[in-house]
């Protein structure tokens, strides 16, 4: 079956702008996570969703990052007044975890934003 | 606060000779450890995970809580083995996040 997937792959944006970043889960996962791969860093934890509901937003780094999650599956990060510290590969992840621990995390191919 | 420490950025060995990525983790409670990997142009995807206890394409690891380690291990290395290895903390405090170590590129070397 289709896995989870992401777009766009490449996004190239000038300093100030907004982006949105888009993923789609894996069919019937509740669970749905953001990470960010920036240059010589390993990967930071920025959200997470169950269902639409945000249980965990420690890892968004400023208030211009948002995200939400529409209809269980869906899912819209928004990088509002891009800095050029904010380039990085994002990636989603989405888990039929529900409650219970960690359970196994199937990712994306990532976006790759590129802030000039 | 949790971290996750893998000291080594770069391991090279020889086709057959045995590798070992060693990752150290910092978390008082009940951990869950995780290692994922990422091949060349593909997704990152989950390996293997402690409390499984299983062994996935030759690899093996062992969760030492005395030491807090988690090092993964193979015997005999083959060259597709070559990727990119992270470990990852899950199980913090009930939340569902990982919290990841900066990576290991592995190369075998023919």
């Known amino acids: 079956g289709a896995g989870v997937s992401q777009s766009p792959s490449n996004k190239v944006t000038e300093k100030g702008k907004d982006v949105e970043l888009r993923c789609d889960p894996i069919s019937g996962h509740t669970a749905l996570y953001w990470y960010r791969q920036s240059l010589g860093q390993g990967l930071e934890f920025l959200i997470y969703f169950q269902g639409n509901s945000a249980p965990d937003k420690s890892g968004l780094p400023s208030d211009r990052f948002s995200a939400e999650r529409t209809g269980g599956s869906v899912s819209t990060l928004t990088i509002q007044r891009t800095q050029q510290e904010d380039s990085a590969v994002y990636l989603c992840?989405?888990?039929?975890?529900?409650?219970?621990?960690?359970?196994?995390?199937?990712f994306g191919p990532g976006t790759r934003l590129t802030v000039l | 606060a949790q971290r996750v420490t893998q000291p080594e950025k770069l391991l090279s060995v020889f086709k057959g000779a045995p590798v070992e990525l060693k990752c150290n983790y910092s978390y008082s409670g009940s951990p869950e450890l995780f290692w994922y990997v990422q091949y060349s142009r593909q997704r990152l995807q989950l390996l293997l995970r402690?409390?499984s206890r299983e062994s996935i394409k030759g690899f093996t690891a062992d969760l030492n809580k005395g030491e807090t380690s988690f090092h993964l291990k193979k015997p005999f290395a083959q060259e597709e083995d070559s990727a990119m290895y992270y470990c990852a903390l899950g199980g913090i405090q009930g939340a569902q996040k990982l919290v990841f170590g900066q990576g290991t590129r592995l190369t075998i070397n023919p």
């Open positions: 402690h409390i």
């Open positions: 992840a989405s888990s039929s975890q529900t409650s219970g621990g960690t359970g196994e995390q199937f």
